[in-house]
């Protein structure tokens, strides 16, 4: 059984910053891509940051030159830091995981709450 937990969300003053944290556990055999996604009230689920197992990047353009994905692979953990927010980046963040255990699997975390205050 594969679980990922995040970490890191909260309510900061616009232009703030955070840290966002997602590590998988269980039985894993290896991970390809893992990225954050968010979603705002009444909105759609986006995808905002993905890093592959290289280590190659994609943003999307609404957080490009503001957040930074990174993951250590040792912990099977990926990282999104956040920068100069601001009150639209407020939503519920969660990442997912392209791993493989005896299956290949996408996981979701839980979601972790980030509110950007004017």
């Known amino acids: 059984q594969v679980q990922l937990v995040e970490s890191g969300g909260g309510l900061v003053q616009a232009g703030g910053s955070l840290r966002l944290s997602c590590a998988a556990s269980g039985s894993i055999f290896s991970i390809n891509a893992m990225g954050w996604y968010r979603q705002a009230p009444g909105k759609e689920r986006e995808l905002i940051a993905s890093?592959?197992?290289?280590?190659?990047?994609d943003y999307a353009d609404s957080v490009k030159g503001r957040f930074t994905i990174s993951r250590d692979n040792a912990k099977n953990t990926v990282y999104l830091q956040m920068n100069s927010l601001k009150p639209e980046d407020t939503a519920v963040y969660y990442c997912?995981?392209?791993?493989?255990?005896?299956?290949?699997?996408?996981?979701w975390g839980q979601g972790t709450q980030v509110t950007v205050s004017s």
């Open positions: 997912n995981v392209d791993l493989f255990t005896t299956y290949r699997w996408f996981v």
């Open positions: 890093i592959t197992s290289r280590g190659s990047t």
